[in-house]
């Protein structure tokens, strides 16, 4: 059986790319990030329940609390406020992490290459997250480049990013028709408990449920 890492953050993105992942016959390796973001807690526990939902072969968990120390997003450094009310916003959000997918597929190339897979999956999409520039097409076409020439397996690796043009509501439909458990996974920025609900991670997802006429299962602060 051929097998594939998955990038997992325990987010509707990487969820339903890891299912759409079995589904096209890979066996799972579930690789989740802590990396001191606000929300680590709940995203590792969202993580876990979905890798045991795909049954994957593993799941393994890393820390990069570099990105604490980094600070310069309002995910990781305490004493910058994440942005509330704004959706789609295209000229530099300060959710965004500087260069933390070039860092994660690094992790994963190396962690596919010690397991002999044949797949990185990682749930970027450049439909509601203008303004983060390592979610583009250009950026994952070179870390495709990146790791072609630097890995020493026989067979390539292939980077792996069918959401890249598609939005959160597209995302969902085809979540939908996989039977996704979405009750298992965490969108907001800033919140553990309950989503806050106006964070724009928070918004693309209640408005991806509403365009399909769904409510969506995590709990929210009315």
């Known amino acids: 059986m051929k097998k594939a890492v998955c990038l997992l953050s325990g987010g509707m993105d990487s969820t339903t790319l890891a299912f759409v992942a079995k589904k096209m ?11 001191g973001q606000r929300t680590e807690k709940k995203e590792l526990e969202c993580a876990k329940k979905v890798a045991e939902d795909l049954d994957a072969l593993e799941f393994l ?17 305490m004493n910058i406020e994440v942005e509330k009310g704004v959706l789609g916003r295209a000229d530099n959000p300060n959710t965004y992490v500087p260069f933390r997918n070039g860092n994660l597929i690094s992790i994963a190339t190396s962690y596919c290459e010690s397991r002999d897979g044949e797949a990185i999956f990682i749930g970027v999409q450049s439909g509601d997250h203008t303004g983060y520039p ?13 790791i072609s020439v630097g890995t020493q397996t026989e067979k390539s690796i292939e980077l792996l990013t069918p959401f890249v043009m598609m939005n959160k509501t597209d995302i969902l439909k085809e979540g939908m028709e996989l039977c996704v458990p979405y009750e298992h996974t965490w969108s907001c920025y800033s919140e553990n ?23 969506d299962p995590i709990p929210y602060n009315k």
């Open 25 to 35: 016959g890979y066996d799972i390796l579930a690789l989740h990030v802590n990396y």
């Open 61 to 77: 968990e890393i820390s990069l609390d570099y990105f604490k120390k980094f600070g310069a997003s309002s995910l990781t450094d």
């Open 134 to 146: 390592d979610c583009t097409p250009r950026f994952i076409e070179a870390m495709q480049h990146a």
């Open 193 to 215: 408990d309950e989503a806050c609900g106006v964070c724009s991670s928070c918004l693309a997802r209640l408005k991806a449920f509403a365009d399909l006429g769904m409510e």
